[in-house]
């Protein structure tokens, strides 16, 4: 059996949604089931992050689903995003559940930001909060401080990241950034947050909601859509793995967990890097999307500036890079608008299409353990 996301659906992306992370999780899967042309009572399976706000059971009596026959979470924040889907792909495939949505709701502008400080229950935070390292950009700031002196790139090309993605949300109207693009200059204005990252190097801080419902392809080509056939699922985690703060590895300006993750998908795909039409990768500190271009195999270890360069991974380069503008530009809703950007790809409708018919790769949070897709209009 092979597995499919036959829907989507989100709410609008704010800074204050004026409603609970509840509803804003019920609409959206209302809409993704709206949009797969199912109801609420196909729905046997619900997946998502630890970190979400909303239990299944919860979910499931507001949206009227009177049994569930798999429910499970994925923590690791961002990194579950992929991984939420290859949970239903496997509870689909064993015939655990027929129907699975996988959903993450959030207020995360109105409510708890992630950005601020905060107090980790982790034990392995002894070893770096009590340094000042107490939120995700001073923990990634000392990652990429280390990346720019091992691979000659320069905070520029930190800038050139943010502004791709900028550009692409301009002409998106589902995002917050829609009709704002910037340039470089931009981007060396804005005020340092933890050197060498500056304001427009960290992701939005988004209230909203996105839902997805993964089926049987031979199911999912009888429903509403066409079908974004999940031709391949993988998480992984590197040696010596801390949440954000891998400080102890021999190399630490990398990202060996997506090497992981990226051996898993080129291995069970068949595709490789050089087949791939677009990439949607996870771009919460743009840092890392360069570091991801390396490990996922688009160029070698150190040379990610060479291929951002004059406009690379911008619509019409090289390898167009979160056409929607990924949460750099669109939102963040923990990488799931993300995956619904790759299916829209897949079908045909997205705002920015890219061209051809080749498969999508979508990856998860990065700095902890990870996970990522590979999706394609056929197998």
């Given at each position: 059996m092979t597995a499919a996301i036959a829907g989507i659906g989100a709410t609008e992306f704010s800074k204050d949604s004026g409603r609970s992370e509840l509803r804003l999780a019920v609409e959206a899967i209302r809409a993704a089931l709206d949009d797969a042309g199912l109801r609420p009572a196909d729905v046997s399976g619900l997946v998502t992050f630890t970190m979400d706000g909303n239990s299944e059971i919860a979910v499931a009596r507001e949206l009227g689903i009177a049994e569930l026959t798999f429910l499970t979470r994925i923590g690791y924040g961002g990194g579950a995003a992929c991984a939420v889907v290859q949970q239903a792909v496997l509870a689909v495939d064993a015939g655990l559940a027929d129907v699975v949505v996988c959903y993450r709701a959030l207020n995360e502008r109105s409510g708890r930001r992630f950005g601020q400080a905060y107090a980790s229950p982790d034990p392995d935070a002894g070893w770096h909060a009590p340094m000042g390292l107490a939120t995700p950009a001073a923990q990634v700031a000392m990652v990429?401080?280390?990346?720019?002196?091992?691979?000659?790139?320069?905070?520029?090309?930190?800038?050139?990241?943010?502004?791709a993605a900028r550009r692409h949300a301009a002409t998106n109207p589902y995002a917050w950034f829609h009709g704002r693009p910037i340039t470089l200059d931009h981007h060396r204005a804005s005020r340092w947050i933890a050197?060498?990252?500056?304001?427009?190097d960290c992701c939005q801080e988004s209230d909203g909601a996105v839902a997805v419902v993964v089926t049987s392809l031979e199911r999912a080509r009888d429903l509403a859509r066409p079908p974004a056939v999940v031709a391949a699922s993988a998480q992984g985690s590197g040696p010596g793995q801390y949440v954000?703060?891998?400080?102890?590895?021999?190399?630490?300006?990398?990202?060996?967990?997506?090497?992981v993750v990226a051996r898993q998908l080129w291995r069970r795909s068949g595709y490789g890097p050089a087949d791939i039409r677009t990439a949607v990768l996870y771009d919460h500190f743009t840092p890392y999307v360069l570091m991801q271009l390396e490990e996922l195999g688009f160029c070698p270890r150190g040379e990610a500036r060479h291929l951002i360069a004059d406009g690379g991974i911008e619509l019409g380069g090289r390898l167009p890079v979160n056409p929607h503008g990924g949460q750099l530009g669109e939102a963040y809703i923990h990488g799931m608008n993300g995956i619904a950007e790759a299916v829209r790809q897949i079908r045909g409708t997205a705002v920015?299409?890219?061209?051809?018919?080749?498969?999508?790769?979508?990856?998860?949070?990065t700095g902890v353990p990870t996970s990522g897709l590979v999706l394609a209009s056929s197998l």
């Open positions: 990429a401080r280390r990346y720019l002196h091992d691979s000659g790139a320069s905070a520029d090309d930190f800038g050139r990241v943010t502004v050197e060498p990252l500056r304001l427009l954000m703060t891998s400080y102890y590895r021999p190399e630490m300006g990398a990202l060996p967990e997506m090497g920015n299409q890219v061209p051809g018919d080749g498969p999508v790769l979508v990856t998860a949070g």
